[in-house]
């Protein structure tokens, strides 16, 4: 499976500001997906990456709090943007397997705290 | 609304024991089940299982999935520390791709 690595692995930030976070693959790879971990609670979809054009996103989650980059096959980036408390969680990236389109391979995650 | 429940939320063993998960899901479009190990952040993938791949296994971990009865069960034998984590149940369906998760089970394995 892809080398998947993210940055920062870490952040504490204050709310009202803005963390960008890189994901990298070390293959080109179709399918990227962002996904929210918050305390206490499982996985929940923030969007698919489409290269070259604008990210899908799932019901709950907007363009406006959540921007997404993805300007190839190997990086894409996700802002959380005017943050507040309640964005404090895992945030990671996957893709999908070359094997199966079903099987996700997740990245190390990023863990924010916004005080 | 398609969901996952997995089942117990947390579960206590000693070394050496067996331990059962259970996942059990309703969805419209079904098309595989998953089965993650988490860890600190990253989930890290064990098993996926379809129609066609009902039953998989490496090592003391093994899986099922019962089409029928709409759920999967993870067997880990001889539990060692080291499987201390949350295991997560995840399907996916529909043309998105998206995986779907369950809430997880935490497993504690004491020496």
């Known amino acids: 499976s892809a080398v998947i690595s993210q940055k920062p692995s870490r952040d504490i930030c204050q709310r009202g500001t803005s963390l960008t976070i890189q994901c990298q693959v070390d293959?080109?790879?179709?399918?990227m997906f962002w996904y929210r971990q918050q305390p206490g609670q499982s996985l929940t979809l923030i969007a698919t990456?489409?290269?070259?054009?604008?990210?899908?996103?799932e019901s709950g989650f907007v363009i406006d709090k959540f921007p997404i980059s993805r300007p190839n096959l190997t990086f894409s980036t996700l802002t959380v943007s005017n943050m507040s408390p309640e964005d404090s969680s895992i945030y990671l990236c996957?893709?999908?397997?070359?094997?199966?389109?079903?099987?996700?391979?997740f990245g190390p995650g990023t863990r924010l705290t916004v005080l | 609304e398609d969901k996952v429940v997995q089942s117990p939320l947390s579960l206590v063993v000693h070394e050496g024991d067996t331990v059962t998960l259970n996942c059990s899901y309703e969805?419209?479009?079904?098309?595989?089940l998953l089965w993650y190990k988490q860890e600190k952040k990253a989930p890290t993938f064990l098993f996926m299982l379809?129609?066609?791949?009902i039953e998989k296994k490496s090592g003391r971990l093994s899986s099922i999935l019962d089409k029928k009865e709409l759920s999967s069960i993870l067997n880990i034998t001889a539990t060692q520390t080291g499987d201390s984590a949350i295991y997560l149940c995840?399907?996916?369906?529909?043309?998105?791709?998206?995986?779907?998760f369950g809430k997880g089970t935490l497993l504690t394995v004491n020496p």
């Open positions: 969805v419209t479009n079904f098309r595989s």
């Open positions: 293959s080109q790879v179709t399918m």
């Open positions: 379809t129609s066609s791949g």
């Open positions: 995840a399907y996916s369906g529909g043309s998105n791709y998206k995986l779907t």
């Open positions: 996957s893709v999908v397997g070359t094997a199966s389109t079903d099987t996700q391979y």
């Open positions: 990456a489409n290269q070259g054009s604008e990210a899908t996103y």
